[in-house]
């Protein structure tokens, strides 16, 4: 939604548009990338909470038997209604919030309601006496950017796991049955609208962003709304704000919206599988078990560009671990052979001279990477130094990496479990940004120590200072 | 229930008096958190309580800021009115800022100040009954580094305690600053101000958002590190 509220404004508006000219978003995102999706079914039937980065909405679906409208006598009701609270956007008057509101819900009319996606007729019981009325309530819990895309979202999930009682008509009377004698029934859903929202940039030349987060929704100059089905179809548009956009902006906006659509619909449908497996296997889940401190707070949460993932950090690690002990065979081997052995790229030279172990020379040029890995930035060089050091400690190794991992995706953990070792601080003047060089001598023993505990870089450095 | 120094108190917690033993009854001084009651020490706010030689307080992750004399600030005028601005310090108040409290203004040389516009100000009076009253002048009436605070910059908000933090003895900041060229405001309300290239602010904002979980010994030896591993991304 376009709200000219906060504060900061004017401050953010002028930074938006500097990082924009260098094509850079705040959050790092390329200008069509999604925030992370998540969607969270609760025990209820139809009850989720869905997030879109930091953005956070709740839908409920609820249904009661009432009278149809007497203009459409066979057709089921479809109520939809949204609410936003100060709670989810403080710094707010309550004029705009007003508004605000008024926009939403019109617009999620709009995308969900008038493109019938949810068939109508299949929710009448008696003709002009009977019908299902089904009630979508949305509540806006975080209000973080693209607040239509992930009502959308968390409104078409909710339906789509919805469930109501089953019934039966015998004659004249009307049995609703209750859930736990018969299985109730998904509602049917004739195509899974969602809307997509553009923020327009414009300046020297037009710069288009999905999934804008707040602080883009206040610094743009306009913002285009698109629903959009999985099919291709368009099931509404909206453009609000003052930019002058050429009709091929929008067809090229369209475009992108249908591929993007069906990742969201994709989505959506493989959460509901998820859960309905989960039902199978009786384990259901309840929304309290979604909330994860981790996730809370501010410093844990993936606006961070650091933050590794777990399986990343685990992957990498493992990996590393094969790397040195490969590499530790073949520098084994290397001492029965060869008086001179250069390994690939000139990376490294072991000379024997002729004592049969004594004036063995280790040269290594500084800014060359290490004979038993072969990583190239600097950063995978800081987790491959600990995972090395650890391969040789077995069992504490996996314990610290557990340490490490167990931590859940938050990175400040990770970054101190690390740089607080001394070695760290060793491997960093190692990194390639040294033009200088450095020829270093390694005494024979410490050779050994090589081949017998992989120790030898630590030495090697201490050999340095 | 009785609470003693460490532990985490909620509002209605009594602070035993066995932690004031040891003390003068006369020298001991309550900070944020706590208020007397009927001659007995009262929490009044969630969080750990702390202390510090005489001095007694309630320590937690605050966002709301209450304003206190003497504390520097980030505002943003919302209004000009008489002779007065408005300014917006995230308190529960507007807080006032006269025209006349700028270096070399007068009743005719008013300072170029227009609504939406932030200073970095210092609290004048902050009084329970009154809203708070700022100047951007030191008590020799010259500006310092007090005043506007350039539009090239971004502001953004974040817990009070991250901003103690990085003002505090370990100068987080200046280890930061030998690696790359910034330039920033932290007022005590929780708004930092950057003004930096663009390729910079980002890393900065991730790594002083980081801080946040660090402990003080933690964020002194870490943190230029965290900043050069933010940069490189």
């Known amino acids: 939604m376009l709200s000219k509220d906060s504060l900061f404004t004017k401050y953010e508006k002028t930074f938006v548009h500097q990082a924009l000219s260098i094509e850079k978003r705040l959050d790092g995102r390329s200008t069509d990338e999604y925030r992370k ?5 609760g025990k209820d039937w139809g009850s989720c909470v869905v997030s879109l980065g930091e953005t956070k909405v ?22 939809m209604n949204v609410e936003i609270s100060q709670m989810a956007i403080p710094n707010i008057e309550q004029s705009t919030l007003t508004e605000m509101h008024t926009n939403l819900s019109r617009l999620l009319e709009k995308c969900i309601k008038e493109s019938h996606c949810v068939d109508l007729e299949a929710l009448c019981i008696v003709a002009e006496e009977k019908v299902w009325n089904v009630r979508v309530d949305i509540v806006v819990l975080n209000h973080e950017g693209n607040l239509v895309g992930c009502c959308s979202i968390a409104a078409l999930s909710a339906l789509a796991h919805f469930r109501r009682p089953d019934v039966t ?11 736990a004698d018969r299985e109730p029934v998904p509602l049917s859903l004739h195509h899974y609208p969602v809307a997509i929202s553009y923020a327009i940039f414009e300046g020297s030349e037009i710069v288009i962003l999905s999934d804008p987060t707040e602080i883009e929704e206040r610094s743009s100059q306009a913002e285009l709304i698109l629903g959009m089905n999985s099919y291709r179809e368009l099931c509404g548009m909206h453009l609000m704000g003052s930019a002058l956009i050429a009709t091929d902006v929008i067809l090229s906006c369209s475009r992108k919206a249908a591929e993007q659509a069906l990742t969201l619909v994709t989505a959506i449908k493989k959460a509901v599988d998820e859960d309905k497996k989960q039902r199978d296997e009786k384990n259901v889940s309840c929304l309290v078990q979604r909330i994860r401190l981790d996730q809370e707070l501010p410093g844990s949460q993936s606006r961070s560009m650091l933050s590794l993932k777990r399986e990343e950090v685990k ?51 500084k800014h060359e990477q290490n004979p038993w890995k072969s990583i190239s930035n600097a950063d995978s060089k800081k987790d491959s130094d600990d995972a090395k050091s650890d391969a040789t400690k077995n069992e504490s190794s996996e314990k610290m ?5 167990s931590s859940d995706e938050d990175d400040v953990a990770l970054v101190r479990e690390f740089t607080s070792e001394d070695r760290i601080i060793g491997m960093i003047e190692l990194s390639g940004d040294s033009e200088e060089e450095e020829i270093v001598t390694m005494r024979s023993k410490d050779l050994e120590a090589i081949g017998d505990e992989g120790k030898g870089k630590v030495k090697q450095e201490e050999d340095k200072v | 229930m009785e609470v003693n120094v460490n532990d985490v108190v ?23 958190g706590l208020r007397l009651f009927e001659g007995q020490v009262y929490v009044s706010k969630g969080g750990v309580l702390k202390q510090n030689k005489l001095i007694f307080w309630v320590e937690s992750q605050k966002k709301r800021y209450v304003p206190a004399s003497d504390e520097f600030v980030i505002g943003i005028v919302t209004q000009k009115s008489g002779d007065y601005y408005k300014v917006d310090i995230g308190a529960s108040e507007l807080a006032s800022l006269s025209y006349l409290s700028f270096e070399g203004a007068t009743k005719k040389l008013r300072p170029d100040i227009k609504v939406g516009d932030a200073l970095y100000t210092k ?13 951007c002048v030191d008590s020799h009436w010259k500006k310092g580094r007090l005043g506007f605070l350039n539009t090239n910059g971004f502001i953004f908000t974040c817990s009070l305690t991250l901003t103690q933090k990085l003002l505090s003895k370990n100068r987080p900041l200046e280890k930061m600053a030998e690696n790359r060229k910034f330039e920033i405001a932290v007022g ?17 904002i991730n790594t002083i958002l980081e801080l946040e979980l660090l402990s003080e010994e933690e964020i002194n030896k870490n943190c230029s590190n965290i900043f050069s591993k933010n940069c490189k991304i």
């Not at chain 2, 209605?12 to 003068?24: M, P």
């Open chain 2, 188 to 204: 005590l309300n929780g708004r930092i101000w950057i003004n930096a290239d663009t390729e910079v602010v980002k890393p900065l």
């Open chain 1, 401 to 405: 990496v557990e340490d490490v991992i």
């Open chain 1, 58 to 79: 709740m839908a409920k679906v609820t249904c009661d038997v009432q009278q149809p409208k007497a203009t459409r006598p066979s057709e089921g009701l479809l109520f």
């Open chain 1, 37 to 41: 999706l998540d969607i969270a079914y």
């Open chain 2, 123 to 135: 609290v004048l009076t902050a009084k329970r009954d009154m809203e708070p009253e700022l100047v």
């Open chain 1, 169 to 179: 008509i015998d004659g004249e009377n009307v049995v609703i049955h209750d859930p």
């Open chain 1, 315 to 365: 992957e990498r690690v493992s990996e590393i671990i094969k790397e040195v002990q490969a590499a530790k065979k073949t520098h084994s081997s290397k001492d029965d052979d060869d008086d001179v052995v250069i390994l690939s790229d000139d990376e490294i030279e072991v000379v024997r001279k002729s004592g049969p172990r004594s004036a063995e020379s280790f040269s290594k040029k």
């Open chain 2, 10 to 32: 909620l509002p209605g917690d009594r602070v035993s008096s066995s932690n004031f033993s040891n003390l003068h009854k006369s020298s001991k001084i309550l900070g944020p």
